[in-house]
DNA sequence: CGTAACTGCTTTCATTTCAAGAGCAGTTGC
DNA sequence: GCAACTGCTCTTGAAATGAAAGCAGTTACG
């Protein structure tokens, strides 16, 4: 029925999900960031506005890489969830962060995460995969969660110690 | 000059190199299907029309991604080569190739490939990229190139497999 | 109770990109 | 000599994108 597919070949049917400019970057955001709402993820690094915004969440959650719920706090607000496939995409975004540190001129403060990721191995990236299996899934966890806490606090120390020096500047 | 980039965030840096249908399966010709000519690139499994083709050669010889050569033997060919940054890709192909035989309605014949990929693990990528640099880097190699050959092959295998099968039925 | 801020979108419209196909100026093999 | 092949380019219509405004509520707060 829906098989319109371009070719049967596993990375072109991967492209078909997520291989355009947003897709991926909202997954990084729901992932990295946290982000679980609409508005939130409106506040884009990259600036994406709310049609595009929409039809790609749309999109992902038809494909099955989210789920959509309510909100049980705000009779307006919508969560999304991330599903496991997408879980599974965090060792091809660490790959993907350590290739673009690698050959593309990022940002310090944008790529002190990816430098975290890709020092921490799979180990970490599989214990970070188990924290979002907690809160998207609901499956258990031993001991706290704290992978993506360390790196947000790792990317607000870069933001600060920037922030001080363009001040002496 | 040129930096008109939405963020500098290593992910988003990298899908503004090939984020989009088509470059990553014009990389994934090249790579495992060893092509290295515009004719030969445009009879991709999912129909690649000429004018894209052309604009993302283009484009991605202008990031670095590829190199363009005249072809000796012939006057008006051009030789593609994978620049590293390139060839540096294969560990996240394999992932990606995983990935969707994982989660996506992969078909057989094309995704034999990938899964002697994953089987192969990091020391099959090693070789496989070792491989690449001999061909388009021109770097030395010890031992004869293998890896493509026996990609290539297993998938022959099973295409000769489906056609008896479906000669039979 | 009033009101300002917030909710997830939708609509509009101009601009850009994509896609299919035909065509082209040569070059090559036979 | 001629058919097949070379890497593209051009044209044309369709589809996607992007900025901005708007909407029908809901909620927090004084």
């Not at 992932?31 to 409106?42: M, S």
């Not at 890489?65 to 049980?72: G, S, W």
């Not at 091809?92 to 940002?107: C, D, F, N, Q, T």
């Not at 970070?128 to 947000?152: C, I, K, S």
Request: net charge negative; charged share 30%; glycine share 8%.
């Amino acid at each position: 029925m829906k098989d319109d597919h371009r070719s049967g070949c596993p990375i072109n049917l991967s492209l078909e999900v997520f291989g355009d400019k947003w897709s991926l970057l909202i997954i990084r955001d729901m992932i990295f960031g946290g982000k679980r709402h609409f508005r939130e993820l409106l506040r884009s690094q990259e600036g994406i506005s709310s049609n595009i915004l929409a039809d790609r969440l749309k999109m992902l959650v038809e494909q099955g890489m989210l789920t959509k719920a309510d909100d049980p706090t705000h009779k307006q607000k919508a969560i999304y969830s991330l599903a496991e496939m997408t879980i599974a995409l965090v060792p091809i975004m660490a790959h993907l962060g350590a290739w673009g540190r690698r050959y593309l001129p990022v940002s310090e403060e944008l790529s002190i995460r990816a430098e975290l990721i890709e020092a921490g191995g799979p180990e970490l990236w599989d214990r970070f995969m188990d924290e979002l299996r907690h809160e998207h899934l609901g499956l258990a966890l031993d001991g706290p969660p704290r992978v993506r806490a360390t790196l947000q606090a790792a990317y607000e120390d870069v933001v600060a110690r920037k922030s001080r020096e363009s001040a002496v500047a």
